[in-house]
């Protein structure tokens, strides 16, 4: 749960930082998962990608950062792209998206449009910070307002509003159950 948002839950709707929280303002995250046709496409587990020219900014490939569940012929290539509420990308027809991130994996070199057996898209609303002048004084009022409850926690991107990878999320999630664990 975003932390302006529990906070609010835990405050009968009080933050005490404005009900706008333009601060706390959060991207949305949309995942275009392609199946290919070819054991392996990229020689690491992500890339970014800042060519305003393409529909992503980052790709990576799900069998490098696990290979289970893979058939050994086939991978999947994920494009993320972030977006706001009235982009195109997050309004638009989905098919069309799918589209565009093919065609721009085409573009720089990485597939043949034919290689694609498979899509899917997933839209992830509130996913990324925006780190907006502000934030910091707001997270720090939020906070303050958190420590209130002594049984309650925030964690993770949207608990701690900071741009998380998954690793760091894993790692602040294994200190917290020994930390609970030992009392």
Same mark, same amino acid.
């Given at each position: @749960?975003? *932390?302006?948002? +529990? ?11 404005? !009900? ?6 959060? /991207? ?28 992503? !900014?980052? @790709? ?16 999947? *290539?994920?494009? =993320? ?6 982009? !195109? ?8 998206? $799918?589209? /565009? ?8 070199? *990485? ?21 907006? @002048?502000? $934030?910091?004084? =707001? ?7 958190? !420590? ?12 701690? @509003? ?7 999320? +894993? ?13």
């Amino acid at each position: @749960i975003p *932390l302006n948002k +529990l906070v609010n839950l835990l405050n009968n709707g009080q933050s005490g930082i404005g !009900s706008s929280n333009e601060s706390l303002a959060m /991207r949305h995250c949309i995942i275009v998962y392609l199946l290919i046709n070819r054991r392996q496409v990229l020689d690491t587990q992500w890339a970014f990608c800042p060519d305003a020219n393409l529909p992503f !900014s980052r @790709i990576f490939e799900q069998k490098l950062l696990a290979a289970n569940g893979f058939p050994e012929s086939q991978t999947v *290539l994920c494009c =993320d792209l972030t977006c706001g509420d009235n982009d !195109s990308c997050w309004q638009g027809d989905e098919a069309d998206l $799918v589209k /565009r991130c093919i065609l721009g994996l085409v573009h720089i070199g *990485l597939i043949k449009e034919e290689e694609v057996v498979n899509q899917s898209v997933v839209k992830i609303p509130r996913f990324y910070p925006t780190g907006e @002048i502000g $934030v910091a004084q =707001d997270k720090d009022k939020l906070f303050e307002q958190l !420590s209130a409850f002594e049984n309650v926690v925030s964690i993770g991107r949207l608990g701690l @509003i900071e741009y998380l990878n998954v690793d760091h999320c +894993l790692d602040i999630a294994m200190f917290l159950a020994e930390r609970f664990a030992s009392g």
